[in-house]
Nanobody, 121 residues
Framework: QVQLVESGGGLVQPGGSLGLSCAAS????????MDWYRQAPGKQREWVAR???????AYTDSVKGRFTIARDNATNTVYLHMDSPKPEDTAVYYC???????????????WGQGTQVTVSA
C-alpha cells in the first residue's frame, strides 16, 4: 500500500523560511501530479501548489512569488519551500499525489497525514 508522509512543519517567524517535504513509499509504478494543500481552522482545504511529472509548476495567487514547489522523482518526494511566510499561511499542510500502484495503468489519489505550519513572531 502506498503512503505519503510529510515532514518539516513547525513554527516559523514572519520573514523567515521553512521547507516541507513529502515522500511516497510502497508499490509505485508512476506518479503524475504532486500537490500541496492546506487547511486553516474553520476553513475549507485549499490548493496551494502543483508540480507535474515533467516539472511544470503552478501556484495559488496568495503564495506566488513566496513559495516554491519541487519534486525529486528518484526518491518520490515533493517539497514546498516557504519564503517570507505570513501569519495567514498558518495551516495544516497536506501533500497529494496521483499514483499508479498497479499494472492496470490507473492513477489514484493519495494524501499525506498533514503537518502543522505556524507563522508567528
Amino acid at each position: 500500500q502506498v503512503q505519503l508522509v510529510e515532514s518539516g512543519g513547525g513554527l516559523v517567524q514572519p520573514g523567515g523560511s521553512l521547507g516541507l517535504s513529502c515522500a511516497a513509499s510502497g508499490t509505485i509504478f508512476g506518479i503524475e501530479d504532486m500537490d500541496w494543500y492546506r487547511q486553516a481552522p474553520g476553513k475549507q482545504r485549499e490548493w496551494v501548489a502543483r508540480v507535474s511529472r515533467d516539472g511544470y509548476t503552478a501556484y495559488t495567487d496568495s503564495v506566488k512569488g513566496r513559495f516554491t514547489i519541487a519534486r525529486d522523482n528518484a526518491t518520490n518526494t515533493v517539497y514546498l519551500h516557504m519564503d517570507s511566510p505570513k501569519p495567514e499561511d498558518t495551516a495544516v499542510y497536506y501533500c497529494h499525489a496521483s499514483i499508479m500502484t498497479d499494472l492496470d495503468g490507473r492513477y489514484r489519489d493519495y494524501w499525506g497525514q498533514g503537518t502543522q505550519v505556524t507563522v508567528s513572531a
